[in-house]
């Protein structure tokens, strides 16, 4: 059981790119899902949630430049990133909630159990 995510490069600001996060060996439909990000120096934060109804929460700073979604195997989750700021600079990683339950347990790592190895995203 892992997740591992791709996608990741190095970006202007204003370009755009599309993070996959591709679980192998579960469904990720019955999880809440989520994308963190790490910057040098800073703690792990967190960007976006899905539920397993599909509902998304997003982190203020990314919201309405930033999309979520799920492939309809289940086995995919992408995190679509427009209008890219030098300030998205970071590592990403997606998560997996440590409780099968379908909603999110709250916004912070301590809820995921899962994580993959992450990918890095430089906007200059």
């Known amino acids: 059981v892992q997740l591992v995510e791709s996608g990741g490069g190095s970006v202007q600001a204003g370009g755009s790119l599309r993070l996959a996060c591709a679980a192998p060996?579960?469904?990720?439909?019955?999880?809440?899902m989520g994308w963190f990000r790490q910057a040098p120096g800073k703690e792990r934060e967190w960007v976006v949630l899905?539920?397993?109804?599909?509902?998304?929460s997003f982190t203020d700073s990314v919201q309405g430049r930033f999309s979520v979604s799920r492939d309809n195997a289940g086995k995919i989750l992408y995190l679509k990133m427009n209008t890219l700021e030098p300030e998205d600079t970071a590592t990403y990683y997606c998560a997996r909630d440590r409780r099968r339950v379908g909603y999110c347990s709250g916004t912070e790592a301590a809820s995921f159990d899962l994580w993959g190895q992450g990918t890095q995203v430089t906007v200059s």
């Open positions: 060996g579960f469904s990720i439909s019955p999880y809440c």
């Open positions: 899905i539920d397993a109804l599909g509902t998304a």
